[in-house]
């Protein structure tokens, strides 16, 4: 399993941006689909964005197109969220996920999960 570790979260105003980074460990991050979720106070995690072991092809939920951009750096062994104009809805902890499959991702599940980190968005 890959170790994950988030950073990059914090309180912003409605229509900032933040960008959110994932350093996970090992030698084998390249073989890993890459993926954000959140979890909102009272609601289940969620799945927000993936991308795949090249980084070629990416997946986001609609509440997020348009505004939200997942990239990743093999090189550094980091994945990244790209998050702009924030909304209070979007308040969360974020959570970096790293599987073998972006199918199991978009249904929930991931082989390895980040501690998280939380990000406030105030109107």
């Known amino acids: 399993q890959a170790q994950l570790v988030e950073s990059g979260g914090g309180l912003v105003q409605a229509g900032a941006s933040l960008r959110l980074s994932c350093a996970a460990s090992g030698r084998t991050f390249s073989s890993y689909v890459m993926g954000w979720f959140r979890q909102a106070p009272g609601r289940e995690r969620e799945f927000v964005a993936g991308i795949s072991f090249s980084g070629f092809s990416t997946y986001s939920v609609d509440s997020v197109k348009g505004r939200f951009t997942i990239s990743r750096d093999n090189a550094k062994n980091t994945v990244y969220l790209q998050m702009n104009s924030l909304k209070p809805e979007d308040t969360a902890v974020y959570y970096c996920?790293?599987?073998?499959?972006?199918?199991?991702?978009?249904?929930?599940?991931?082989?390895?999960w980040g501690q998280g980190t939380q990000v406030t968005v105030s109107s």
């Open positions: 996920a790293a599987d073998r499959s972006i199918y199991a991702m978009r249904d929930g599940r991931s082989e390895s």
